[in-house]
């Protein structure tokens, strides 16, 4: 599965990660809305995801 297809996932805390695109998500977890090959979906990640603090600590911290 390492050359298939990925999808970019998140939580409610918009901690992200990647999944196989052909498999159910995870409990508590939802699309991004960007799929792809493996490395693609990484560095999207990479690129969207730049505060790695949980929506809960960083609304906490009155961001």
């Known amino acids: 599965m390492a050359d298939g297809t990925y999808k970019v996932v998140v939580n409610d805390e918009e901690q992200y990660s ?3 695109a052909d498999r159910p998500l995870p409990a508590g977890w939802r699309e991004e809305g960007f799929s792809g090959a493996k490395q693609d979906c990484l560095d999207h990640v990479e690129r969207v995801w730049t505060d790695m603090r949980p929506r ?3 609304e906490a911290m009155g961001q």
């Open 18 to 20: 990647i999944w196989f």
């Open 56 to 58: 809960s600590l960083r």
